[in-house]
């Protein structure tokens, strides 16, 4: 009887860590939606930040720590986005899988189209800058595209799956992309070449994939908030371009641009750059959707 | 100290000259510029106002109207596979020193880490933040009378343990160190070169809300005070201090305007045991409480109050109140205007006025949360 006990309480074991999720901790939820699109059932994942947060200034609390203690691959956007609070809370985590170099670690940007590279000699003058490129890279459609291959290309290393479901999972992914990419493409055609001003230099690549042009932001220089004297630019500018909108992420202060929107007849929209960004917003194509549809609005036209 | 700056300047020197031929030259050279530490400095100027009537902690100090205080260099790196580096060199108008330097191993089983070095020992939460980056232009009074200008600090070791609870953060840290002389730390002295200081912190965090969090802390330090001498037998009897300390850290930051706003209140409070020649004790206590509270996304205003006794006398005090505003053009610079209000022990009041200005350069690492 005890045999059968032991044998019987040892299958169960073994089937629960034959079935055991992998534990995937992102930094943004973000990456969470593109690995939650790759990885299906078989992960469980746990974003560090949310999209209504600005990924640059995160606290490192020792709340994150748990999550990364356990965690089987972390996913990082990189380009420097998370380097204000990222590398003590690795040096804490006492989980070696996931350090840089490690096999539970991944930076997303592999092969991705990032923008806006600084050439030669670059300092604090010219605000929060990032040596690496703008890490707001995961805009482009295309770009999530290959985070999503990274992704898959990684859990399989990690979790060789005989039933290969990552491949069919990133397949299927890949093969709505299309499919959303060309209502998009429709979605957004009256936009083209449409001029708009940001409040942080986050949506180059978002500009680039729908042919909009980011003609100025709120933030003079990355990071740094906005004197009378760059408000008073901005007022000009906007009357003498005649540009329709100011677009505010939504962990910005509204009261400045409501301001100049108030002075100039732009419209002012809270923009999400992020999953996660405004209530509904919970997977990758629903960020297109929104935005675009959110845009399209603010010419006036039916979404 | 001479070695001290002669590493500082071959790094700098080694580091400058990669940075150069980086550009220009072959990958190799690229690679190794790569693999250099990260080397970043903080400046402190200070300006003071006021006639000092210093207390024993603050004797030393020169009160000059105009002084730049210290610059902070550090040296940040991985070493190998295992390992991590971390070096932090003060340098004032009249001295060079090694402020912390040390190893950390953080890649070991069973939620541990091994640090080994010269640190500054975890006993409360503010006596590891070097004071140009604390938002105050002095120390906490409690902090000066027990653990001295610099904190409690030494060479020696550290074991830190994370206990294995998924859903609550506890750390459980314990280090032993070279005791200090009473000359850098009034609350120990060594008489022997050999004597060491045990100390212990437990503490744990927890996220109440999404924008509220608690840490609560408890800490432990023991170690040799002064040594009495038997004429009688020639022996000779080491007596101890035991210093007992109890922290609470409260925040808040709502993460939809974290540059916004921000709160937090932060109290420290210490007892100390310590051992007299004769078979007496002298039991004393102390402690600082503050709020600093950001109110625009450059601007932080705040208040502290302390209430000390002394190692070797509880049975008189001091008091003081310090306010501020702050001014932060950026992350990496700020400008703070200051008020301190110090009951002496003997009756005096002492009123000084600070401005304090600080400036980063380089990639400074983030301090502990």
């Known amino acids: 009887m005890k045999t059968i006990r032991l044998t019987v309480s040892l299958m169960c074991l073994i089937s629960s860590l034959a079935f055991a999720k992998l534990k995937i901790v992102t930094t943004t939820q973000d990456m969470a939606a593109l690995a939650r699109e790759v990885g299906g059932d078989r992960i469980d994942i746990l974003p560090i930040t949310k999209g209504y947060q600005d990924p640059h200034f995160v606290d490192a609390k020792p709340s994150y720590l748990l999550k990364l203690r356990s965690a089987d691959l972390l996913i990082v956007v990189g380009r420097e986005l998370e380097v204000g609070w990222l590398p003590p809370l690795l040096t804490n985590a006492r989980n070696s899988r996931i350090l840089p170099g490690g096999p539970g670690f991944l930076d997303a940007s592999e092969g991705c189209d990032v923008l806006q590279k600084p050439a030669g000699q670059i300092d604090r003058s010219m605000g929060d800058i990032h040596p690496f490129g703008n890490p707001h890279y995961w805009l482009d459609p295309e770009n999530g595209r290959i985070i999503a291959r990274n992704i898959a290309r990684k859990l399989s290393e990690i979790d060789p799956d005989p039933q290969k479901t990552y491949e069919e999972n990133l397949r299927r992914f890949e093969s709505a992309l299309d499919e959303k990419e060309t209502q998009w493409k429709a979605l957004a055609a009256p936009l083209r070449g449409m001029a708009a001003i940001t409040y942080h230099n986050s949506l180059p690549n978002f500009a680039k994939a729908f042919g909009i042009r980011i003609v100025n932001h709120v933030e003079p220089k990355p990071g740094v908030p906005p004197s009378p004297v760059h408000m008073q630019e901005l007022i000009t500018q906007i009357r003498k371009e005649k540009i329709p909108v100011l677009l505010i992420e939504p962990y910005f202060d509204d009261r400045l641009p409501m301001k100049i929107a108030h002075q100039t007849g732009a419209k002012m929209l809270v923009f999400p750059p992020s999953v996660g960004g405004v209530e509904g917003v919970n997977t990758y194509f629903e960020l297109f959707d929104y935005d675009l549809k959110l845009l399209k609005s603010a010419l006036g036209e039916k979404p | ?369």
């Not at chain 2, 409690?152 to 314990?174: C, K, R, T």
């Not at chain 2, 809300?209 to 408890?218: D, K, R, S, Y």
């Open chain 2, 1 to 369: 100290m001479q070695f001290i700056l002669v590493l500082l300047f071959s790094l700098l020197v080694s580091g400058g000259a990669f940075a150069q031929d980086a550009g220009s030259t072959s990958g190799a050279l690229q690679s190794s510029n790569l693999l250099n530490p990260n080397i970043s400095a903080i400046g402190w100027l200070q300006v003071e106002a006021g006639r000092r009537h210093p207390g024993p902690a603050e004797a030393g100090e020169s009160g000059n109207a105009i002084q730049m205080r210290e610059v902070e260099l550090s040296l940040q790196a991985v070493v190998d596979t295992l390992a991590r580096a971390d070096l932090f060199v003060a340098i004032d108008e009249d001295d060079v020193e090694l402020e912390e330097g040390y190893l950390t191993w953080f890649r070991l089983p069973w939620n541990l880490a091994l640090k080994a070095g010269k640190f500054k020992a975890n006993f409360g939460r503010f006596n590891r933040i070097h004071t140009p980056e604390t938002p105050f232009a002095d120390r906490p009074l409690v902090q000066q009378n027990y653990f001295g200008s610099e904190g409690l600090e030494g060479p020696g070791a550290s074991v830190s343990w994370q206990a294995p609870i998924p859903w609550f953060f506890m750390n459980l840290d314990l280090e032993t160190l070279q005791a200090p002389e009473a000359a850098e730390n009034p609350s120990f002295d060594r008489p022997k070169s050999k004597n060491l200081l045990g100390v212990g912190r437990l503490n744990a965090y927890q996220d109440l809300t999404e924008a509220w969090n608690l840490t609560l802390g408890g800490s432990a330090a023991f170690g040799p005070s002064s040594q009495e001498f038997d004429a009688v037998t020639g022996s000779s009897h080491t007596h101890h201090s035991q210093l007992y300390g109890a922290d609470l850290t409260l925040r808040w930051k709502n993460p939809r305007r974290a540059v916004y706003r921000s709160f937090l209140w932060s109290t420290e409070a210490l007892w100390s045991n310590r051992d007299e020649p004769g078979g007496m004790t002298t039991d004393s206590h102390g402690l600082f409480s503050y709020i600093d509270y950001q109110f625009a996304r450059r601007w932080h205003t705040g208040f502290r109050y302390d209430y000390t006794q002394f190692p070797a006398d509880g049975s008189t005090h001091e008091e003081g109140h310090l306010a501020y505003v702050t001014f932060t053009p950026s992350e990496f610079s700020l400008v703070s205007l200051q008020g301190r209000h110090v009951k002496r022990p003997d009756g005096t009041d002492e009123h000084l006025g600070f401005l304090k200005v600080t400036f980063n350069i380089g990639p400074h690492g983030a301090h502990p949360f």
